[in-house]
């Protein structure tokens, strides 16, 4: 079950994993309502279409590498070659963690600051240290 202001949902399709967020998103299955997907903190970032298709593609690889992985497991492979290819996929991640972080640091960090909103470096810093756990 999900909660949002004590209210309880039937199904969750999307979380919310912003900092001071604990919205999940209902899927609405009645009436033919469409489904909501909206971070209750009202952020959002609108990237460039070369930085989107930078990310979707990096995404693509990973999701390509982890289907991999499942095929390994259910083809019973070697466990050194499935955790080399476990190392392969979560660096991808990593690199993927460093480009979307370094683009968020250059753009929505100083354009908040810029903006007088000094609260997007505890955002900033909160999330580093999970990073860094």
Same mark, same amino acid.
């Given at each position: 079950?999900?909660? +949002?202001?004590?209210?309880?949902?039937?199904?969750? !399709?999307?979380?919310?994993i912003h900092v001071d967020c604990m919205y999940h998103v209902q899927d609405m299955e009645a009436g033919g309502m469409a489904e909501?997907?909206?971070?209750?903190?009202?952020?959002?970032? $609108?990237? !460039?279409?070369? $930085?989107?298709?930078?990310?979707?593609?990096?995404? +693509?690889?990973?999701?390509? /590498?982890?289907?991999?992985?499942?095929?390994?497991? $259910?083809?019973?492979?070697?466990?050194? @070659?499935?955790?080399? /290819?476990?190392?392969?996929?979560?660096?991808?991640? !990593?690199?993927? @963690?460093?480009?979307?972080?370094?683009?968020?640091?250059? !753009?929505?960090?100083? @354009? @908040?600051?810029?903006?007088?909103?000094?609260e997007v470096v505890d955002e900033l810093v909160m999330t580093l240290q999970k990073f860094m756990k």
């Amino acid at each position: 079950m999900c909660v +949002k202001n004590n209210s309880y949902y039937k199904r969750c !399709t999307y979380i919310c994993i912003h900092v001071d967020c604990m919205y999940h998103v209902q899927d609405m299955e009645a009436g033919g309502m469409a489904e909501e997907k909206m971070c209750c903190c009202g952020k959002k970032k $609108e990237r !460039t279409d070369s $930085e989107k298709k930078l990310l979707l593609n990096r995404l +693509k690889r990973i999701e390509g /590498q982890i289907r991999g992985i499942y095929g390994m497991v $259910e083809n019973d492979a070697y466990c050194i @070659d499935i955790l080399n /290819q476990a190392l392969a996929a979560n660096a991808a991640l !990593t690199a993927f @963690d460093k480009a979307l972080l370094a683009n968020h640091i250059k !753009t929505c960090v100083v @354009d @908040d600051i810029k903006n007088g909103d000094d609260e997007v470096v505890d955002e900033l810093v909160m999330t580093l240290q999970k990073f860094m756990k």
